[in-house]
């Protein structure tokens, strides 16, 4: 069946790094574009970066500019996001998602609902 599995998340203090990842199966991988969101307590769930098919193309919210990575694997069906110099307000709930339409608007704030297929998520908390 379609689904998206995360890892890598995990308790990290402030300034640490993670690695997150998301593995894909029940669809062809190479033709979705990808993306990563976050929701935090209390909050909706945001746009945290996305990356077209082919994976040269990728755009992130401004917030995790310069800080967030996102990349993938289309050999092993996996998209990553490699989270560097964390603050306490990345601490959410991060989830993988995929849209059928491969292409991405660079500097377009994605929203939720331009996604067809979720993952559970994955919990990352970081303390100052």
């Known amino acids: 069946q379609v689904q998206l599995v995360e890892s890598g998340g995990g308790l990290v203090q402030a300034g640490g790094s993670l690695r997150l990842s998301c593995a894909a199966s029940g669809f062809t991988f190479s033709n979705y574009a990808m993306a990563w969101f976050r929701q935090a307590p209390g909050k909706e769930r945001g746009f945290v970066a996305v990356?077209?098919?082919?994976?040269?193309?990728?755009s992130y919210t401004e917030a995790v500019e310069g800080r967030f990575t996102i990349s993938r694997d289309n050999t092993k069906n996996t998209v990553y996001l490699q989270m560097n110099s964390l603050e306490p307000e990345d601490t959410a709930v991060y989830y993988c998602?995929?849209?059928?339409?491969?292409?991405?608007?660079?500097?377009?704030?994605?929203?939720?609902?331009?996604?067809?297929?979720w993952g559970q998520g994955t919990q990352v908390t970081v303390s100052s």
């Open positions: 998602a995929a849209r059928s339409y491969g292409s991405i608007v660079e500097n377009h704030h994605y929203s939720a609902n331009e996604f067809d297929i």
């Open positions: 990356i077209n098919w082919t994976g040269r193309s990728t």
